[in-house]
């Protein structure tokens, strides 16, 4: 799965309706400090490779790192609205910051866009603001945990 695709879902790119649940995080402190050692931001993915499971471990970075996941949100969905994209499929839902239901048109074209996610994950790997989550979720090393 790409960076971009684990924190996107965990910050709610969906038809979820509350997009980052405040009991999420599991247990995980909510203000740390953030140390880059070679640019990897690792007090956060410290603190939230405690996490279990895949799901709790992301929302722990998203919680760690709201503007990260914010902005990845926001790179994610200037992609997946452009025309080639998902653009029409998505203009009255995602791309009017509506939420759209699963197995729509749009939720279709979301999850056979692939292109998107590694576009966004890119993105924000060159992203100051962004880069911090990305780090947060390698760190913590959230995709080799377990899924609920």
Do not use: H
């Amino acid at each position: 799965m790409f960076v971009a695709v684990a924190i996107v879902v965990a910050v709610g790119c969906s038809s979820k309706d509350d997009p980052a649940p405040a009991d999420a995080d599991a247990g995980a402190s909510s203000t740390s400090s953030s140390s880059s050692t070679g640019g990897v931001s690792s007090d956060s993915g410290v603190a939230c490779s405690a996490n279990e499971d895949v799901e709790s471990c992301q929302q722990c970075c998203v919680d760690q790192n709201p503007e990260a996941g914010t902005k990845l949100k926001a790179l994610l969905v200037a992609c997946l609205c452009k025309a080639e994209g998902c653009g029409e499929a998505c203009k009255d839902t995602l791309c009017a910051g509506s939420d759209y239901a699963d197995g729509s048109p749009c939720d279709e074209c979301i999850r056979e866009n692939s292109a998107c996610p590694e576009q966004a994950d890119v993105d924000c790997r060159n992203d100051a603001t962004c880069k911090p989550g990305i780090d947060c979720l390698l760190v913590a090393a959230c995709s080799d945990k377990p899924e609920l």
